[in-house]
């Protein structure tokens, strides 16, 4: 029997299932391997039992945390689909923020007064809360990056398939950057946060002229202070440095850094 595959989605912009979808190399080869089994992005059929449930999204709502559970329940393996779901991704940043004031942050000071507000899509207004999935039920493996590495799915999926366990080494960002013969942004003046980054995505955006913002993560060893410490000798304000750690890694740095 093919295994079950299923995928889900919470609070994203869908652009992980997109990148799945965009396999286009492996895509027709795993059909032969697998039953996708629910793809909202792609097929309308559900299934009650998974033997892998990919997850894309961040948790937001308690309705959306029951769901998981559900999902949780339903699935063998269940693996997190995208800097969303492994993170909290940029969304988390209004953790750090009053309901009140981030809802007037996005729509305007005076938009409490010309709209009701909407507890349902507004969830922060009563849940104040942006939450990883992995906080809300136990995740088996995670394909980080915003969006995630097509290769590292590919190889998740193979592994599961011929019963190996999948590896996703902690690497930082600069081992595959200076495996790319890249000059770092350091030594022309910018900074980045590829120190404290998960690798695994090829050092994609520096291979093209820009510098890591730190999609994957935190590494789980990533010394941080220092990394703060040099952000701050290159003359980043304290500003500057809580934006840069509050871009992808708020919910995995919240509590250390003050608010600025
Ligand atoms: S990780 Fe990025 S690409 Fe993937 S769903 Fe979230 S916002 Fe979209
Ligand atoms: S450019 Fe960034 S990722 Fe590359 S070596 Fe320098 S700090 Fe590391
Ligand atoms: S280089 Fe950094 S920002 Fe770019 S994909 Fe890799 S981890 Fe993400």
Not at 39 to 62: C, H, L, M, Q, T
Not at 169 to 193: L, Q, R, S, W, Y
Not at 211 to 222: I, V
Request: aromatic letters at 8%; charged letters at 25%.
């Amino acid at each position: 029997m093919k295994p079950k595959i299923a995928f889900f989605d919470f609070a994203s912009c869908e652009g992980c299932q997109l990148a799945v979808l965009n396999c286009e190399d492996i895509l027709l080869d795993l059909l032969n391997l697998v039953d996708i089994v629910e793809f909202r992005e792609a097929i309308s059929e559900k299934a009650p039992r998974y033997d892998v449930a990919f997850v894309e999204g961040s948790i937001n709502r308690e309705k959306d945390a029951v769901r998981l559970r559900e999902i949780r329940a339903r699935s063998r393996v269940l693996v997190a689909l995208g800097a969303c779901a492994c993170g909290g991704n940029v969304q988390a940043r209004s953790n750090a923020l009053p309901p009140v004031e981030n809802y007037d942050r996005v729509y305007g000071k005076d938009a409490r007064n010309r709209v009701q507000v909407d507890n349902e899509f507004w969830p922060y207004w009563t849940h104040a809360r942006v939450q990883p999935i992995g906080d809300v039920v136990d995740v088996d493996y995670y394909l980080r990056g915003c969006p995630i590495a097509p290769g590292e799915f590919a190889h998740l999926v193979k592994s599961l398939i011929v019963g190996a366990i999948p590896s996703f080494p902690a690497n930082a960002v600069c081992v595959e950057c200076k495996e790319n013969g890249n000059e770092c942004v350091f030594d022309h003046g910018d900074t980045c946060m590829g120190q404290i980054t998960w690798g695994g995505c090829g050092a994609v955006c520096v291979n093209n002229g820009y510098r890591c913002d730190g999609c994957r993560g935190l590494l789980p060893h990533a010394n941080v202070d220092a990394h703060r410490a040099l952000l701050a000798e290159r003359e980043l304000s304290p500003s500057d440095i809580h934006n840069r750690y509050g871009l992808f890694l708020s919910a995995q740095t919240r509590g250390k850094e003050a608010r600025v």
